[in-house]
């Protein structure tokens, strides 16, 4: 039979009293023999009338645990020997993540433990005295089975059975499993989140730690404090940001060790957190606008501009902006400073603090009244003087001066002045200039100028000249040609060329002229090849030995002559002991060498080469008579025409003539 409840199927004090104090008596009724096993972690007590556990049980019941005393009889209610019969206790429930446990038996008379059908304890004897034992065991993770075989053999009988997980943290060394079915809700209204998550099966449970993290993050807040959580369910209020947060539960063994987390579950808060206040406000007048600045706000989408005129604190939002800067346009000129300060807003709309303000004063820019009546009131070898009247304004505090050649549109401030009079000594003598003033205040507005008045300055014995101009040239072989553009307003009488190997050239009072010439121009022949990579600059200098400025550095490309034209031999003719012929002379180009003479080339074979021929002495006539020569040889000729550097033309056409005896003389 199976009886479901061990409370249900006490005895009645009358049948307890055939018992001992301690024994437990069962009331039993029947059962079928398929009712439901017991649910876990009931053991399930079978009872049998053998020591054998054969045939079917007398009867079937739950216990929550094992500790009976029988005294010297039977279980009350099942009708059994009273002595020779056995009980068989079976649970199988789920460990956990296993470990270490500790299994206890204690018994008159006979005792088996079994672990998945191992048996672990073995206490199987008639015995008069309590016999007891105590093993240590590792259970592996999961579902398993416990099985305790109890026989009462003779004689008093008790029993008892007991299995604890081994909590030292020097044993305990496997933590607790992750938990599962995690669950997360978020109530929009109260801002909490609430975890719920399934019981663990591990004995050895202490509680659960409630973790979360920011999404994207890797780094967990324990969010569950010093103490453990011991149910199965969090509430809790996260950073109301509008971000997504994971919270993940873990398991704690009373060992202290902390088990993997659970799956992570998400939680979509709402947005009610505002951006901080705005920094680095900053404000300058530029133009027409006060411009703005600030720095960038995290989570910040756009923000108010708020205004004050004056010493007014009545702040007004005057623009919405998504960029860290404003330009403010809509100023009154009335009003001489405005006072600013911004507000962040992120994309809930929730306003951040406002940021400390800034005042812009506006500048003064209304210009003067120009003067009036400009005039030129003198003109010597000084400079040019002019006065002019002032404005109406009393807030010039000064005056511009301003100048530009007469012939072109190129104005230069010459000077500044708090006097009605300005005497410009910078101008170039000899050189007509146009001039014209303004008025400055003190914020330095400057108004519109006057009309232009012309003065010239006179050219005196001091006067300087300008610089030569257009400094440029040719270096052909020696011969080195330059020339330049003398400077107008003064006159000058003559020119210093000076030259050096480095650029630019001196020109100062140690320095000694290359050249000196009365005309912009210089030519001379004799630049060896050592010098032929120098710069030039000239220097004009008036008759009252007044030096302008140096002109620019010029270096001239060098070019190598040409070699003169080749010549041709025209008449040829051999004679008694002698050979003669005439060729064209060769004229120089242009700038070239002059040419200084004719070298004739002579060979006893055809085919005359500078390097095969025999070359005669130089001759400056365009005709030879050869009289080192044998009659009855032929000799061949060509002539190159030379120059005054030693450069040599090309060869001549080769010519040929045989001296003989018989030959008529040369006319």
Same mark, same amino acid.
């Given at each position: 039979?199976?009886?479901?409840?061990?409370?249900?199927?006490?005895?009645?004090?009358?049948?307890?009293?055939?018992?001992?104090?301690?024994?437990?008596?069962?009331?039993?009724?029947? &059962? =079928?023999?398929?009712?439901?096993?017991?649910?876990?972690?009931?053991?399930?007590?079978?009872?049998?009338?053998?020591?054998?556990?054969?045939?079917?049980? @007398?009867?079937?019941?739950?216990?929550?645990?094992?500790?009976?005393?029988?005294?010297?009889?039977?279980?009350?209610?099942?009708?059994?020997?009273?002595?020779?019969?056995?009980?068989?206790?079976?649970?199988?429930?789920?460990?956990?993540?296993?470990?270490?446990?500790?299994?206890?038996?204690?018994?008159?008379?006979?005792?088996?433990?079994?672990?998945?059908?191992?048996?672990?304890?073995?206490?199987?004897?008639?015995?008069?005295?309590?016999?007891?034992?105590?093993?240590?065991?590792?259970?592996?993770?999961?579902?398993? %089975?416990?099985?305790?075989?109890?026989?009462?053999?003779?004689?008093?009988?008790?029993?008892?059975?007991?299995?604890?997980?081994?909590?030292?943290?020097?044993?305990? %060394?496997?933590?607790?499993?992750?938990?599962?079915?995690?669950?997360?809700?978020?109530?929009? @209204?109260?801002?909490?989140?609430? $975890?719920?998550?399934?019981?663990? @099966?591990?004995?050895?449970?202490?509680?659960?730690? $409630?973790?979360?993290?920011?999404?994207?993050?890797?780094?967990?807040?324990?969010?569950?404090?010093?103490?453990?959580?011991?149910?199965?369910?969090?509430?809790?209020?996260?950073?109301?940001?509008?971000?997504?947060?994971?919270?993940?539960?873990?398991?704690?063994? !009373?060992?202290?060790?902390?088990?993997?987390?659970?799956?992570?579950?998400?939680?979509?808060?709402?947005?009610?957190?505002?951006?901080?206040?705005?920094?680095?406000?900053?404000? !300058?007048?530029?133009?027409?606008?006060?411009?703005?600045?600030?720095?960038?706000?995290?989570?910040?989408? !756009?923000?108010?501009?708020?205004?004050?005129?004056?010493?007014?604190?009545?702040?007004?939002?005057?623009?919405?902006?998504?960029?860290?800067?404003?330009?403010?346009?809509?100023?009154?000129?009335?009003?001489?400073?405005?006072?600013?300060?911004?507000?962040?807003?992120?994309?809930?709309?929730?306003?951040?603090?406002?940021?400390?303000?800034?005042?812009?004063?506006?500048?003064?820019?209304?210009?003067?009244?120009?003067?009036?009546?400009?005039?030129?009131?003198?003109?010597?070898?000084?400079?040019?003087?002019?006065?002019?009247?002032?404005?109406?304004?009393?807030?010039?505090?000064?005056?511009?001066?301003?100048?530009?050649?007469?012939?072109?549109?190129?104005?230069?401030?010459?000077?500044?002045?708090?006097?009605?009079?300005?005497?410009?000594?910078?101008?170039?003598?000899?050189?007509?200039?146009?001039?014209?003033?303004?008025?400055?205040?003190?914020?330095?507005?400057? &108004?519109? !100028?006057?009309?232009?008045?012309?003065?010239?300055?006179?050219?005196? =014995?001091?006067?300087?000249?300008?610089?030569?101009?257009?400094?440029?040239?040719?270096?052909?072989?020696?011969?080195?040609?330059?020339?330049?553009?003398?400077?107008?307003?003064?006159?000058?009488?003559?020119?210093?060329?000076?030259?050096?190997?480095?650029?630019?050239?001196?020109?100062?009072?140690?320095?000694?002229?290359?050249? $000196?010439?009365?005309?912009?121009?210089?030519?001379?022949?004799?630049?060896?090849?050592?010098?032929?990579?120098?710069?030039?600059?000239?220097?004009?200098?008036?008759?009252?030995?007044?030096?302008?400025?140096? &002109?620019?550095?010029?270096?001239?490309?060098?070019?190598?002559?040409? *070699?003169? @034209?080749?010549?041709?031999?025209?008449?040829?003719?051999?004679?008694?002991?002698?050979?003669?012929?005439?060729?064209?002379?060769?004229?120089?180009?242009?700038?070239? *060498?002059?040419?200084?003479?004719?070298?004739?080339?002579?060979?006893?074979?055809?085919?005359?080469?500078?390097?095969?021929?025999?070359?005669?002495?130089?001759?400056?006539?365009?005709?030879?008579?050869?009289?080192?020569?044998?009659?009855?040889?032929?000799?061949?000729?060509?002539?190159?025409?030379?120059?005054?550097?030693?450069?040599?033309?090309?060869?001549?056409?080769?010519? &040929?003539?045989?001296?003989?005896?018989?030959?008529?003389?040369?006319?």
């Amino acid at each position: 039979m199976y009886v479901d409840s061990r409370a249900a199927l006490r005895a009645t004090a009358a049948a307890t009293a055939l018992l001992t104090a301690t024994a437990t008596v069962y009331a039993l009724t029947a &059962s =079928p023999a398929s009712a439901a096993a017991c649910a876990s972690p009931q053991w399930q007590a079978q009872f049998f009338p053998n020591t054998t556990f054969a045939g079917t049980p @007398a009867a079937t019941v739950c216990d929550a645990a094992i500790s009976e005393n029988y005294g010297t009889g039977d279980p009350a209610g099942v009708t059994l020997p009273s002595d020779n019969f056995g009980v068989r206790w079976s649970l199988t429930r789920d460990f956990g993540s296993g470990g270490p446990f500790s299994l206890t038996a204690e018994a008159l008379d006979g005792v088996r433990v079994y672990v998945d059908g191992v048996r672990r304890i073995d206490l199987w004897q008639d015995v008069t005295t309590v016999q007891k034992r105590t093993v240590n065991v590792t259970i592996p993770q999961g579902t398993h %089975t416990l099985r305790v075989d109890y026989a009462a053999f003779t004689g008093s009988a008790s029993v008892s059975f007991a299995y604890a997980p081994r909590t030292s943290p020097d044993v305990d %060394t496997t933590p607790p499993l992750a938990p599962t079915g995690a669950r997360t809700t978020y109530d929009t @209204a109260t801002r909490r989140a609430t $975890v719920t998550w399934a019981p663990n @099966a591990e004995m050895d449970l202490a509680g659960y730690r $409630v973790f979360r993290r920011l999404k994207g993050s890797s780094t967990y807040l324990d969010v569950t404090g010093a103490a453990h959580q011991t149910g199965t369910t969090y509430t809790g209020v996260p950073p109301a940001t509008g971000e997504v947060w994971y919270y993940e539960v873990r398991a704690v063994d !009373k060992a202290g060790r902390e088990g993997p987390g659970s799956v992570d579950m998400p939680v979509t808060t709402v947005d009610a957190t505002p951006p901080a206040a705005p920094t680095g406000l900053a404000g !300058k007048p530029e133009g027409p606008a006060n411009s703005l600045t600030w720095q960038p706000v995290t989570d910040a989408v !756009k923000y108010d501009v708020y205004r004050a005129a004056g010493d007014s604190r009545d702040y007004t939002r005057i623009a919405t902006v998504e960029t860290p800067a404003y330009a403010d346009t809509a100023l009154d000129p009335a009003v001489t400073s405005y006072k600013y300060t911004v507000k962040a807003l992120d994309a809930a709309a929730n306003a951040s603090p406002y940021a400390a303000h800034v005042a812009v004063a506006r500048p003064d820019t209304t210009p003067p009244p120009p003067p009036t009546a400009p005039a030129v009131t003198a003109e010597d070898d000084k400079g040019v003087t002019l006065t002019w009247q002032s404005g109406a304004a009393a807030d010039t505090t000064a005056y511009h001066v301003y100048r530009a050649p007469e012939d072109l549109d190129v104005e230069t401030r010459v000077g500044t002045t708090e006097a009605l009079t300005l005497q410009d000594t910078t101008g170039q003598a000899g050189q007509r200039f146009r001039y014209r003033v303004a008025a400055v205040d003190a914020a330095g507005n400057e &108004s519109a !100028k006057t009309q232009w008045v012309y003065g010239t300055r006179a050219v005196g =014995p001091d006067a300087v000249p300008t610089a030569p101009r257009e400094l440029t040239g040719t270096l052909t072989g020696a011969r080195l040609e330059l020339t330049w553009a003398a400077g107008p307003y003064v006159p000058v009488t003559e020119y210093r060329v000076y030259r050096s190997a480095t650029s630019p050239v001196p020109t100062g009072p140690d320095a000694q002229p290359y050249r $000196v010439t009365q005309t912009p121009a210089l030519t001379a022949d004799d630049i060896p090849a050592g010098e032929r990579d120098h710069f030039y600059a000239v220097v004009a200098v008036t008759r009252y030995g007044v030096a302008s400025p140096a &002109s620019g550095s010029f270096k001239p490309v060098y070019q190598a002559h040409q *070699p003169p @034209a080749a010549t041709r031999i025209y008449d040829v003719s051999g004679h008694d002991g002698m050979v003669w012929f005439v060729w064209d002379h060769v004229d120089a180009d242009e700038g070239a *060498p002059a040419i200084t003479g004719y070298r004739v080339y002579r060979a006893t074979r055809p085919g005359v080469t500078k390097e095969n021929a025999t070359a005669l002495p130089l001759t400056t006539d365009n005709e030879f008579r050869d009289t080192d020569v044998t009659n009855g040889t032929t000799y061949y000729y060509a002539v190159a025409a030379v120059d005054a550097t030693g450069g040599e033309a090309p060869l001549s056409a080769e010519v &040929s003539a045989t001296p003989t005896p018989d030959a008529p003389p040369l006319p």
